[in-house]
């Protein structure tokens, strides 16, 4: 892929022709860490853990082709080797050689096959977040939201009547349940429900959460030699918790960090828990 930087815009890089966004904390001269989020989310994602890290390390979290900042072509290439030789770009486009890398969710399996089969010899340092493995997802993700995803491409007429719909704080409640094992106050990640509702997710979703199904990471694991860690919430209502027990199964050493009464999002559940581990582990 060919990589320009846009000088008038430092946090932006074009790969191919597309933006790609990014936001990053720290001093450049830090080890650095690369932070990819899941489906249906965007770099912000790792608020909490840049303000933790910066003091210690150069963060820098990336916006994946069609979500956040990033553009959201229609007809894009949404593969998840695609998206990870992206996240590479802006690696290289900020001169990093070797970095510790985190990935969440769709996130997490991206960076598997960063780790594993796009760039195993620069990734010092590998967190997976309640990743995707085999392409499995329970049952929500699975059905409602991939089809919510299907039916506002072939009818986009009803994608702002249903965002309207998603903000009312009883349909919030219901259709946001899967991320939390109890929910969290609403203040704490409205940013993040927004991103889900933007439109151009439309564009980027279904063809995501297809990548997703279609991809197991599991042949490139034993190619993994990064330090390891498996983070995962016991009560994982939207991956699989099998997936992360798998993939710390097939990587020479790797260990896991499991978050007792927690859900997908164990950075947002339990952070201060999450922060003091991810720490401890990439210092």
């Known amino acids: 892929m060919t990589t320009s930087v846009l000088h008038h815009a430092p946090y932006h890089i074009r790969v191919d022709g597309q933006k790609i966004a990014y936001h990053t904390a720290g001093d450049p001269s830090n080890p650095p860490i690369v932070m990819v989020h899941g489906w249906l989310s965007h770099s912000r994602v790792w ?45 290289d486009a900020l001169k990093l050689g070797r970095f510790a890398l985190m990935g969440h969710s769709m996130g997490g399996q991206i960076a598997l096959l960063m ?8 990734i ?13 997802l329970c049952w929500w993700p699975r059905i409602v939201t991939k089809n919510q995803m299907r ?22 409640s219901m259709a946001y349940s899967a991320w939390f094992y109890k929910m969290l106050p609403l203040k704490d990640w409205v940013e993040d429900r927004e991103r889900t509702l933007q439109a151009g997710i439309i564009t980027s979703g279904y063809p995501a959460v297809c990548a997703i199904q279609h991809t197991d990471v599991t042949p ?8 390891t ?55």
Request: glycine residues 10%.
């Open 151 to 172: 039916l506002g491409m072939i009818a986009p007429f009803l994608v702002p009547p249903t965002a309207f719909i998603f903000r009312l704080p009883f349909i919030t």
């Open 220 to 227: 490139y694991l034993p190619n993994i030699t990064a330090k």
């Open 229 to 283: 860690l498996v983070m995962l919430g016991r009560d994982d209502s939207v991956v699989p918790v099998r997936e992360g027990g798998k993939a710390a199964m097939g990587i020479t050493g790797a260990r896991i960090q499991w978050f007792e009464e927690c859900g997908h999002f164990p950075h947002f559940e339990q952070p201060e828990i999450f922060n003091r581990a991810v720490v401890d582990f990439i210092t």
């Open 47 to 91: 608020r909490r853990q840049m303000d933790c890290l910066q003091a210690s390390h150069y963060c820098v979290a990336v916006d994946l082709l069609g979500f956040g900042d990033s553009d959201s072509p229609a007809g894009g290439d949404y593969s998840l080797d695609s998206q990870g030789q992206r996240v590479l770009a802006v690696a």
């Open 124 to 136: 010092t340092h590998l967190i997976n977040v309640a990743g995707v493995l085999t392409g499995a």
């Open 115 to 122: 780790a594993g089969k796009l760039a195993p010899q620069r």
